[in-house]
């Protein structure tokens, strides 16, 4: 896995990429008149220009400004992305960066470092990562800075390898097993509930989208409690962990849905990548995660389209649509959650197609209960990790396409506003502050954009993660 260190010198040997406003920021790093001129006449024309050392590799990154907003911050993640591909091209195993201004050298080298993920694990052919080490350089930053955006780079990697990961490898069986592998290397603590505690806890629909599987479900607990948390109460996360889905009796097609469908767990992989990278740089504050965990499968026993189910809480469901099954299990996290009497619950799931299709994948749709104090703290982060979200209302008029003449409620809505009625739908078993976060759009790629580059993309741990910091630094 990548690494970045803090540098208190630059070496004169090693590759090394210079972020400058201005020729005469990097004059001296270059040996020859000659090559002064090459870089003055570039930077009229492209933004990266690459000089040729012999014995390293220099890259001049221009940047003329000292205002680092969210677009900026993002410019220049992107341009980390594009150096990344000149480095890989070279095979540079190391790169150093430094730069006059500390905010843009952190986001360029964010950019590079989420580059350089690859998933080979089921290659035959061996593969190196490219770069292996970022070196980093810069009067306005300090050792911790570094470490932190290690720690959020590696929350994001472990997240994309869990959405990549087959199901052949990866059931719920498996996902708490990652679980607790993860939290013995953060430190954070983790209990795994087996098939027989769910239904002695009678989580009924954890147990019914199960019903098709022939691997167990789980329900994964997760508790990062520090000595000097600065919250009694917990915030608890919750994450839709659907190993696979194949919609069950209401089956999807193959091409461009059931094929990717091992990508519907994005968001417990995201809880797990989120508690990791939180543990391991120790922010003070109490953070419960929830995952249920199953795959969603037909066979004889599978949940049939008309069955009413009861859940945790003890509300029936008609079951219209067995591919809406999702809001089925998390409903039953949602109620569960209420025991610890949290401060707020945040729920992250590649829910519905049709959030995808309102935003595309450029943004997370969001909704909920949460004081506007969260929400706007929420929205904040989004864009300072470009993870931006989109609120959509939660009005009492879509509660009613979800009336049903023979149970409580019925677990799909009449069409429209079809990411609404899911939240709606939730919002049933929710009795404290939440948010609701569909991240179908974002969260699996089925091609290569900058630096979330193609597959799992490993969104929401970095908006969490600075949501969270956000929280921990107003006390």
């Not at 010198?9 to 210079?18: C, F, G, K, Q, Y």
């Not at 472990?158 to 990549?164: A, E, G, P």
């Not at 990062?224 to 962990?241: E, H, T």
């Not at 590649?350 to 909920?368: N, P």
């Amino acid at each position: 896995m990548i690494r970045l260190n803090f540098e208190g010198n630059i070496s004169e040997t090693e590759n090394l990429a210079i972020l400058a406003d201005s020729i005469t920021d990097v004059k001296k790093y270059l040996n020859k008149a000659e090559e002064i001129e090459y870089v003055e006449k570039k930077l009229e024309t492209t933004s990266i220009v690459a000089v040729n050392q012999l014995y390293r590799n220099v890259y001049i990154i221009s940047f003329n400004s000292k205002t680092f907003d969210y677009s900026n911050k993002e410019k220049l993640r992107k341009t980390g992305a594009e150096l990344c591909s000149l480095i890989k091209k070279e095979k540079l195993k190391t790169i150093q960066i430094t730069g006059s201004f500390g905010e843009g050298t952190l986001a360029l080298a964010e950019g590079i470092a989420l580059s350089a993920y690859n998933f080979s694990k089921y290659k035959s052919a061996a593969t190196s990562t490219f770069p292996e080490k970022i070196n980093i350089y810069s009067e306005d930053l300090n050792e911790s800075d570094i470490l932190d955006l290690q720690n959020i780079i590696h929350g994001v990697y472990h997240t994309r390898n869990l959405v990549n990961e087959p199901v052949n490898f990866l059931t719920a069986e498996q996902l708490g097993k990652e679980f607790k592998a993860l939290g013995k290397e953060a430190g954070f603590n983790v209990e795994v509930f087996d098939k027989q505690k769910i239904t002695d806890l009678k989580m009924g629909g954890l147990l019914s989208v199960n019903l098709g599987s022939p691997n167990p479900p789980v329900f994964i607990i997760a508790e990062y409690k520090p000595a000097n948390a600065i919250n009694a109460k917990p915030y608890v996360l919750i994450g839709k962990g659907v190993v696979y889905d194949t919609g069950g009796l209401s089956l999807k097609p193959t091409p461009n849905s059931m094929d990717l469908m091992k990508s519907d767990m994005a968001g417990g992989a995201a809880v797990a990548g989120i508690l990791y990278a939180i543990a391991k740089s120790k922010l003070p504050l109490y953070i419960i995660g929830l995952v249920p965990a199953t795959e969603n499968r037909p066979d004889g026993n599978a949940m049939t389209p008309g069955d009413v189910i009861k859940m945790y809480d003890g509300t029936t469901v008609e079951v219209l649509n067995t591919d809406a099954e999702g809001r089925l299990i998390l409903a039953d996290a949602l109620a569960y959650a209420a025991q610890y009497d949290p401060v707020f619950v945040a729920d992250l799931a590649t829910l519905t197609g049709a959030a995808a299709r309102a935003i595309g994948k450029e943004g997370i749709v969001y909704m909920g209960t949460a004081k506007e104090e969260l929400k706007n703290i929420l929205e904040n982060s989004g864009k300072t990790v470009y993870e931006r979200l989109v609120e959509f209302p939660l009005w009492e008029e879509y509660g009613k396409q979800l009336q049903s003449d023979i149970a409580d409620l019925k677990n799909i809505g009449s069409g429209d506003a079809g990411a609404i009625t899911a939240g709606k739908f939730m919002q049933h078993f929710v009795k404290y502050d939440w948010l609701h976060l569909d991240i179908a759009g974002s969260a699996f790629l089925t091609s290569e954009d900058s630096y979330r580059g193609k597959n799992g993309t490993g969104t929401g741990v970095r908006l969490f993660y600075d949501f969270f910091k956000k929280l921990s630094q107003q006390n």
